[in-house]
C-alpha cells in the first residue's frame, strides 16, 4: 500500500513570496490533516478535511495560509505572502475517517520549507 | 482544550539499556486516547503505541510499553533493550473525538553503541 506523498521535499524562498505544497493521501482515506512543525517543536494541526469539507481550520493563519481539497483526493497548502515565521516543516496526514473512534493517522515525509 | 507535556528535551540511552520517556497531558475528555509516536530523522512519523483511556491495562509492543497514570495525567513510555535504530524524536500525543491529535514538544533519544 502506497503512503501520503507529500511534494516538494525541500523549498527555500524569500520573505513575501508565495509557495505551495502538494500531499496526495493514502487510497480511501476520507481525512486529510496538514500540521505545521517548527524546529524543535511537536506537530500543529493547521486544518482538517473530510472528503473534501473542513472540519476544522482554527489555528490556520487565513490572512496568508490557504487550503484546498478539490475532489476529496490530493490537497493544495499554500502560503501567500511568505513570513521569516513561517520557516517549518509541512506534514501532510491522512486517515480512513474522522469521526468517532480512533482512526490512525498516517504521515507523509513533510516539506520542509526555508523563508529567508 | 488539551495540553501534552514532555518535559525531557533530550535523552541519551546505552544499546541493550532500557529508557523512560516522560509525558503528562491535560484534557477534559473523558473519552480519549494516548499516543506515542517516532520521528527519525527521515521525518516520517510513525505510531509506536497507543492506549485508551478506558483501559486500566497499560499497552505493550514488544519492547514498547507505556505506565499510564490517569489519575496523575501520566504517560510514560519504555524502550527496553535499546537498538540503534530507535534513536529518533519521540512524540506523546493526545487524541478526543474528533480525531483530533494534540502533540507535545519532543524528546530526542539517543542510543551509544
Known amino acids: 500500500e502506497a503512503g501520503v506523498a507529500q511534494s516538494p521535499r525541500y523549498k527555500i524562498i524569500e520573505k513575501r513570496q508565495s509557495v505551495a505544497f502538494w500531499c496526495n493521501p493514502i487510497?480511501?482515506?476520507?481525512?486529510l490533516y496538514w500540521y505545521q512543525q517548527i524546529l524543535g517543536q511537536g506537530p500543529k494541526l493547521l486544518i482538517q478535511f473530510q472528503n473534501n469539507g473542513v472540519v476544522d481550520d482554527s489555528q490556520l493563519p487565513k490572512d496568508r495560509f490557504s487550503a484546498e481539497r478539490l475532489k476529496g483526493v490530493d490537497s493544495t497548502l499554500k502560503i501567500q505572502p511568505a513570513k521569516l515565521e513561517d520557516s517549518a516543516v509541512y506534514l501532510c496526514?491522512?486517515?480512513?475517517?474522522?469521526?468517532?473512534?480512533?482512526?490512525?493517522?498516517?504521515f507523509g515525509p513533510g516539506t520542509r520549507l526555508t523563508v529567508t | 482544550a488539551q495540553t501534552v507535556t514532555q518535559s525531557q528535551p533530550e535523552m541519551s540511552v546505552q544499546e541493550a539499556e532500557t529508557v523512560t520517556l516522560s509525558c503528562t497531558y491535560d484534557?477534559?475528555?473523558?473519552?480519549?486516547?494516548l499516543f506515542w509516536y517516532k520521528q527519525p530523522p527521515s521525518r516520517q512519523m510513525i505510531l509506536v503505541i497507543r492506549q485508551e483511556a478506558y483501559k486500566q491495562q497499560n499497552a505493550t509492543e514488544n519492547r514498547f510499553s507505556v505506565n499510564f497514570q490517569k489519575a496523575a495525567k501520566s504517560f510514560s513510555l519504555k524502550i527496553s533493550d535499546s537498538q540503534l535504530g530507535d534513536a529518533a524524536m519521540y512524540f506523546c500525543?493526545?487524541?478526543?473525538?474528533?480525531?483530533?491529535?494534540?502533540f507535545g514538544g519532543g524528546t530526542r533519544l539517543m542510543v551509544k553503541p
Open positions: 487510497s480511501g482515506h476520507a481525512t
Open positions: 496526514a491522512s486517515s480512513l475517517s474522522g469521526g468517532t473512534g480512533f482512526y490512525e493517522q498516517y
Open positions: 500525543a493526545s487524541y478526543n473525538a474528533g480525531n483530533m491529535l494534540t
Open positions: 484534557t477534559s475528555e473523558s473519552d480519549y486516547y
